[in-house]
Each structure stands twice: as C-alpha cells, then as structure tokens.
C-alpha cells in the first residue's frame, strides 16, 4: 500500500477540452498577452509553460507554470473559479527544485521527479485561504501512454483505464494533501508558439 489508495485524481476528457474551446466569454473582456517562458532543458526549468488542467467540478482551468532564479515553480491560474481565482497562485515548491525523498509512488503515475510545496485551497469567494502541503509531479506522459495502451491489449478494469488514462494525458500533477485527505489534478501542456526577439 502506498498510502494513496482512495486519492480523488481529476483529469481532462475530450468533452472538457471542448467545453474550454466553447465557452462564452463575459461581454466585457480584457485580454492581456501572456508571456509564456520557453521550457528549459532539464528539469525543473523544463517544466515552465502552459497547462491546462480539471479541477474536479469547477472544470478546466489553464495555468501559467514559472521557475524563478531560485529554482522555485510557481502555477497561477490564467482561468479561475469560485475558490481560487485567475491571477492567484494555485501552487508553488520550494525553492532550489529540491526533489521529495523517501516517497514511492505506484508504477502507473510514471513519475519522474517530485517536489514538495503548497497548493492554495479556499472557500467560495476566495475566503479562508490557505496553504496545504503538496508535491509536484513532473509524469512522463509517453510512458503512461506506453502502459495504457499495453493494458488495453491485456484486457483491463474500468477502474485500471481511468487512472492509466489520467497518466496518459497528463505532463504534471499536483497531489493536495488537505486534513490527511489526498486529492490530485493532472495537467496537459499546451502548445505555445514562441516568438524570436526581433518579433
């Protein structure tokens, strides 16, 4: 027993990714141009970018994923919801990209790395906000895509397809730890166009 046995895991389907592309913007909109960090080549620079990832019944959310000088990843919320905002920082690590230790995680996450940090939880209307312990999971998607589709050809239970699914689609994770209650969102990367300099 790893000790997640029961963990609500939140991921995309086809129908969210749609919903998000279809949604209905307010009549009076502001966009703002995002700066979105090219990825770096090892981790945890590597991660920097945009996600989008389902946040349980709020849905599909896109976050702004930043590494600072010090080597701390920031997530904070492009769209938000009625807890936590767009604009807000919906989880952070500690600095120095320090890795978990001592943790295993089952084989069917594909896991690459882990770092400990805070996710922000609140109330409706942004109330009572505070941060809980948490770790960052940077997934290798195509090994789960690997897995999925090998238990595919062994036959699997419904319940085996949905967490091999939530890994197949997914670059990141984050794992809420909130009163001893685990609850984690996995995240997909969004494809961003980076212009040169002279742009």
């Not at 990825?39 to 994923?65: C, D, N, R, T």
Request: glycine share 12%.
């Amino acid at each position: 027993n790893s000790g997640f046995d029961g963990l609500f895991c939140s991921s995309l389907s086809p129908e969210s990714e749609n919903f998000l592309a279809s949604s209905r913007l307010p009549e009076h909109t502001r966009f703002t141009r995002l700066q979105v960090p090219e990825p770096g080549a090892s981790e945890p620079m590597s991660l920097q970018g945009l996600y989008v990832g389902s946040y349980g019944s709020h849905g599909p959310e896109m976050v702004l994923v930043t590494v600072d000088t010090e080597g701390q990843v920031v997530a904070s919320k492009i769209t938000g919801d009625p807890n936590v905002p767009a604009g807000e920082v919906t989880f952070k690590t500690y600095s120095e990209g320090s890795q978990a230790k001592g943790i295993s995680f089952p084989a069917e996450w594909c896991v690459l790395a882990a770092y400990p940090g805070k996710g922000r939880v609140a109330q409706e209307g942004y109330t009572n906000a505070a941060w809980v312990d948490g770790i960052l999971l940077s997934i290798d998607r195509k090994q789960a895509t690997k897995m999925l589709e090998k238990m595919k050809s062994e036959g699997y239970s419904e319940k085996e397809g949905s967490v091999f699914g939530s890994f197949a689609n997914a670059d990141l994770g984050f794992l809420w730890n909130v009163g001893g209650q685990k609850s984690m969102v996995v995240f997909t990367r969004q494809q961003v166009e980076h212009s040169s300099a002279s742009n």
